[in-house]
């Protein structure tokens, strides 16, 4: 009974919202198969074939993956194909993004392969990690070196440290243990030394914090049960050092919650693995959310969904959101809407990125295990307002994917449900490129992914977040199509710069009319005119008309900035995009109305004229009043009023925003100073419709869900995946 009650409610909750979904996210299958648990080929060894689509990587999961953000280019190591870890690659590859190809350049290529340790800090061309997965692991990108800590290797968890010089194609042992299943040496809390280090384990937390510390957090290791540690411990590449940093040096320590947004030295999120990660090098801080225990012999099952935040300095967890909780079910609200009631719910083995520019936390997928659920879902949580928006993929669990066409992007594709993917997040073209994965479907068929997808923002029409992307040869069919006719994917590439597009136009670009003086990418889609203006060159009054979009790039600040807007009677009108920092010295808001919309159908209509991407240093020196002027010869009996106001928007930027109040006196069918239109018998009705709609729609999905579920066992506890199947 009581998992027929979860899934009803998980099925009301997926039903309610569907009809306003809305796209904020677009993803193009760039490699690899669209069927699942196929072998890769792997080539001539360190030998590119571009153009070569198979020449790929084995479908896995569980891999370490780098950055060389220098060269464009995505790594990738190890991992297993199936559900075992008898099936582990110890193999390393190369995407090169500008050729849209995988080179095979380290490892083996069979699986089940044993470490090769050589002489401790001593490289060669021979040396070379053991076949694993789920390892803690980092990228220096000064030094082009990629670090690797651990993981699980059959039945051992492991503690050795390697690293890889891309430049010189070699793995070095560094530290840690040779054989398996080692315990660690704690040595002093704070404390470095070149005799303490972490013992062995898998599923850690990692990163590098803002003094080029490696650095992990938990994890699990394997005795007679599994062990779940909260310790924090960072290695310093300079003097070869290991520290304890924090945390305990004991297992299976439960979590200390303390007030909500309030640091705490004895607060803890406790021992977990699989948790999903985030650091914040500017403010030297770790975000953690949600992750998993596997307790005892019966293999009880608890899934997190808590968001904590670990300060570097001084050395302290905060616990910031989410559950206290074990098991919850996501809350996911309105696609795109952000709120503080709304949030991923318990997870674990997530991958994430950080869009440290707009202080954006990125989450994708993840399994739940009292449902046992795989996930495609996107979520952002934003630093700044400290709330969650579902930003893509679907509400129900164990989706397919939809591959669309190969190398061209759509918010109508999407990939499967899956973890633990390999995610590398390129900041300088906000682009987040993803590979492979396992969906557990209804937590027993496991399927296994090698496909690579790239992603990117949109924005509402229908651009990516920046102008900024690099051209990709795989997206263009040949390079004369670059900045010509193939729906706007590529309008610069003179100077290897993009911007996607992902609708086409579809009238000729004459039909948008004349940009002014001085525009810069000029396009037409759909009747309308979008440009880019310079802020220097906006001297006095702008003008916003129906059907262009005016984008202001540059510091300035405009002397005169009243802002002339023509309502036509689709109410429709245009919008400036403001990308940079911007002053209005002085103006107003002058609103045109079209006799159409005269009426009391304007009453509490809302029109976006202003959207102000850097609203941190926007200055509104515009008068509070707005002044609307209605037709000529429109009717005395009604007044139009408007105020403007600002609204934050999802997509992290800010909107300014017209509302227009009616009022009414002694015009036909209206009584006497109503002030208004009354529409809260006709809301109310379509209220009671939807819900009454909503309601039969989540109790045909759960009867959905309870065949699909029938064989399932009611202990959560027997759904629980095991950490060496993650």
């Not at 027993?444 to 924005?459: A, E, I, Q």
């Amino acid at each position: 009974m009581r998992v027929a009650v979860v899934l009803l409610l998980f099925a009301v909750s997926q039903t309610l919202f569907s009809a306003a979904d809305a796209e904020f996210f677009s993803w193009a299958w760039m490699s690899g198969s669209n069927l699942i648990d196929q072998m890769g080929a792997y080539g001539d060894f360190r030998s590119e074939s571009p153009g070569n689509a198979s020449i790929v990587p084995s479908a896995r999961q569980g891999s370490a993956y780098w950055l060389d953000s220098s060269r464009g280019e995505l790594w990738l190591f190890g991992g297993a194909t199936g559900s075992s870890t008898a099936t582990a690659y110890n193999d390393l590859w190369r995407y090169r993004i500008a050729s849209n190809s995988w080179t095979w350049m380290a490892g083996s290529n069979t699986t089940g392969s044993a470490g090769i340790y050589g002489t401790r800090g001593a490289g060669t061309s021979s040396t070379t990690p053991g076949s694993r997965i789920q390892p803690a692991f980092w990228m220096d990108s000064q030094r082009r070196e990629m670090w690797l800590f651990g993981g699980i290797s059959g039945a051992d968890a492991l503690n050795d440290l390697w690293k890889y010089s891309i430049d010189n194609n070699t793995w070095t042992w560094v530290g840690g243990n040779s054989s398996g299943s080692q315990l660690g040496v704690y040595g002093t809390l704070g404390q470095a030394s070149n005799t303490t280090f972490p013992g062995a384990r898998w599923l850690s937390t990692s990163w590098i914090d803002a003094t080029g510390r490696l650095c992990l957090f938990g994890g699990v290791f394997l005795n007679v049960s599994y062990m779940y540690f909260d310790d924090i411990w960072c290695y310093s590449a300079n003097d070869s050092t290991w520290t304890w940093v924090g945390g305990s040096n004991s297992t299976d320590n439960s979590a200390v919650y303390g007030q909500l947004g309030v640091p705490g030295v004895q607060n803890t999120p406790g021992g977990r693995l699989a948790a999903a990660s985030w650091f914040d090098t500017i403010n030297n801080r770790l975000w953690l959310y949600g992750g998993g225990i596997f307790r005892g012999v019966v293999r009880s099952a608890t899934t997190l969904g808590d968001l904590w935040r670990y300060d570097m300095t001084p050395g302290s967890w905060t616990w910031m959101g989410g559950q206290s909780t074990t098991n919850g079910l996501p809350q996911y609200g309105v696609q795109g809407v952000s709120s503080t009631d709304h949030f991923p719910g318990s997870r674990v083995s997530s991958v994430t990125w950080f869009d440290e520019s707009r202080g954006d936390l990125w989450l994708f997928g993840g399994y739940i295990y009292n449902i046992t659920a795989s996930l495609d879902d996107l979520w952002r949580y934003n630093l700044q307002y400290q709330n969650w928006t579902w930003m893509g993929g679907n509400r129900l669990p164990d989706q397919p994917g939809n591959y669309g066409t190969s190398g061209i992007p759509s918010p109508s594709n999407s990939p499967s449900s899956r973890i633990p993917a390999a995610l590398w997040y390129v900041s300088s073209s906000d682009e987040v490129w993803m590979f492979g994965g396992t969906q557990f479907v209804n937590g027993t068929t496991h399927r296994h992914y090698n496909d690579l997808w790239m992603g990117f923002r949109l924005r509402s029409n229908g651009e990516n977040s920046t102008s900024g992307s690099k051209c990709i040869s795989s997206i263009l069919s040949n390079s004369s199509h670059c900045c010509a006719t193939l729906c706007g994917y590529c309008n610069d590439c003179s100077t290897g710069m993009c911007t996607f597009r992902v609708v086409c136009p579809q009238p000729s670009p004459t039909s948008c009319g004349t940009p002014p003086a001085g525009a810069t990418n000029v396009t037409c889609v759909d009747g309308k005119l979008s440009y880019n203006l310079p802020t220097s060159s906006v001297v006095g009054p702008v003008a916003i008309v129906p059907n262009v979009n005016i984008r202001l790039d540059g510091n300035g600040t405009i002397a005169n900035a009243s802002i002339t807007v023509q309502v036509t009677g689709t109410f429709q009108s245009g919008l400036v995009i403001v990308t940079d920092c911007l002053e209005l010295a002085g103006g107003q808001i002058i609103v045109n109305i079209d006799s159409s919309l005269f009426s009391n159908t304007l009453n509490g209509k809302e029109l976006e004229i202003l959207r102000l991407e850097r609203p941190e240093c926007f200055v509104d020196g515009l008068n509070s009043t707005v002044v609307v002027n209605p037709p000529p010869g429109g009717q005395t009996c009604r007044t139009v009023t408007a105020s403007k106001q600002f609204r934050e928007n999802s997509g992290g930027y800010r909107s300014l925003v017209v509302v227009f109040l009616v009022t009414e006196s002694g015009c036909a069918g209206v009584p006497s100073d109503s002030g208004g239109v009354n529409v809260g018998v006709v809301a109310g009705s379509v209220v009671g419709v939807i819900i009454a709609v909503s309601a039969v729609i989540a109790l045909v999905v759960w009867w959905k869900y309870s065949r699909q579920r029938q064989e399932a066992k009611q202990n959560a506890a027997d759904h629980f995946i095991p950490p060496e199947e993650m």
